[in-house]
């Protein structure tokens, strides 16, 4: 008997669920300076209406984690996207204090999301395909983040802010709906999953659904937690890198004009993408091949953040700024790779609580987010100017790599 696909409509799920919640969070940017005339905001108004979204999505990933343990993802998760969707159609009203308070919400309600992709994943794919799988619901996220931009312009010049961000609250209703309709949060709980499926799943899964009693204290203790955490910081923080600073780095530090540093600024975003993509594919050949977690998780991850980082350097003596950017990319490409990596050794290390360690290490990577735009100027006008961001940019890249190298567990094997 042949094991049925059930699982791989379950990533679909998980994969259009990043897609739509990353496309509404980053709808807001591209409207910004029409809401601002519109309304007569000042641009320190309309940042704290953006920047309202950033410290509740980072603050509730733990209590997202937690209340996903009691209400399964079958539940949760649509909870969650009617949360952010209803949200989204609040930012409609167009008044400042409920706007910010709908992005607030919308930081709240999406906090959830990949800690509890990340657990049904652990438990609806064996360890031999959890990376593909990471790859996939990752790369969707930079999906949605990448069509928001010229479909949020199209629809304001047609329809108007408003009703565009009543049209963005609808998928996430609709898939809602099918999601909780459909998914079940065990494998053998599905009346689509045959009996092939389930053992081919269950051999490897079977400790990855969300049970027993969490010992925080326990994970305090844990070395390889807070290792997670730190490399996490880093990534995110020289990933935010691309949405904040560096079209202003091309345009000051490279000479470009403001349209060609905003199409260039796309280049190292889709190479992210393709990493993810990628990465996951290669990480779990590599897991077949050599049946050695550390080889295939750790080391992938530690060789590609160290690839990322030379290449990083080597951009910085390049004078011709497209070239630079091309290298920059393949960096990034690079530190794309290391995503599903990540996600992966998160489900092994996590044992029976993967959204809980998803949680903490993704809400570090948030807090290191919120901290990179800010030392920037601090760096353009103290440190060294640009030369000192790019440094600064690659050594992330290198100190995560060495936080790879020390993660160690007798579940790495």
Partial sequence: MKPSRAR????????TAAALAYFVRNGVAPAESTIRAELGLSKEQSGMMMSAFFWPYALCQVPAAV????????????????LWSLATAGLALG???WMTASR????VAQAGLVPVGVSVMACWFPRTAQATAAGLFSGSMSVGSIVAAPLTAALILSCGWRWMFVIY???G????????WWHRDEPALHPAVNTAERELIGAHAADAKEAGVLSWRGLAADPALWLLCL???CRAAGYIFFASWFATYL????????VKSAWLTTLPLLADVAGGFSGGVVSDALLRRTQSRRAARQGMAMTALLLCAVLIFAAWKVSDPVLAVLVISAGMYCAGVVNPCYSATLMTFGGAHPATWSAITNMCGNLGAASFPVIVPWLIAHGGGWDAVLGAFGALYVVAALLWLLLRSGRDS
């Fill in 8 to 15: 791989f409509l379950v990533l679909t799920g998980l994969c």
């Fill in 67 to 82: 209340l996903a343990r009691r209400l399964g993802a079958r539940w949760a998760l649509p909870l969650y996207a009617v």
């Fill in 95 to 97: 008044e400042l204090g």
């Fill in 104 to 107: 607030a919400l919308m930081g």
């Fill in 169 to 171: 609250a609808l998928p």
């Fill in 173 to 180: 209703l609709l898939w809602a709906l099918g999601f909780a």
């Fill in 231 to 233: 490399q996490q910081f």
């Fill in 251 to 258: 345009q000051e530090a490279r000479g470009m004009a403001l």
